[in-house]
């Protein structure tokens, strides 16, 4: 009797120390890598990130063939000018945080569809998040804006009306390839106006217009507006390589 209490006594110990070691807060807590300090002021760029537009200066971006970027500054905003082409940020980008502004005019009663104030941004040169006037103005829905275009519609329409800025806040994961393979495709994460509209979604391969895209390999590339022959205003573009 005396032998199975002190068995049962040290089993009881036992079983309190191994408690007492998995219960210790200290053992799960992290203390390095710190972070690094990013300041993040109400309206502006964090302190990290690189600044593509900041309300006049274009000389971020050229045209296709490395002149000079061809659409205007004007009060603030960078303007497309319809029919000059895209325009491509000078440095390249792999995976990255992005940020920017758009507004789309009045639109004009005339047009609908694709036609109403399109334009998009190009992750990686390759990969289309729509911008395009989508209020109260139909299409097919993997074409209106924040969907990547001909791939996934947005999980909601959070377009405010036209004149209004919106924001973009794209959390874009560059695709990867082994030789001419891919390994991982691209993933993309979009809040419209704050509002989640692509969550972690699968990217099938480049942006087409027709047909059923597929990868070739690449490298990190620049950052693409489109110029869609429509007036449409972007201001406040940041970006955060990740
Ligand atoms: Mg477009």
Known sequence: MKRVLLIATAALLTALAVAAIQYNPADTELWEPVPAVV???????PSDAIVLFDGRDLSAWTARDGTPAPWRAADGALVVEPGTGDLLSREKFCDVQL??????????PTTTGQQRSNSGVFLQDRYEVQVLDSYQNPTYVNGQAASVYKQAPPLVNAMRPPTQWQ?????FTAPTFEGEQVVTPALVTVLHNGVLVQNHTELQGPTLFIGKPSYKAHGCAPIRLQDHRNPVYFRN??????
């Open 39 to 45: 300041s993040a002021p109400p309206g502006q760029p």
């Open 167 to 171: 924001t973009y806040d794209i959390i």
């Open 99 to 108: 940020h920017l502004e758009w507004m789309v005019p009045e639109p004009d």
């Open 237 to 242: 573009i940041w970006v955060r390589p990740l």
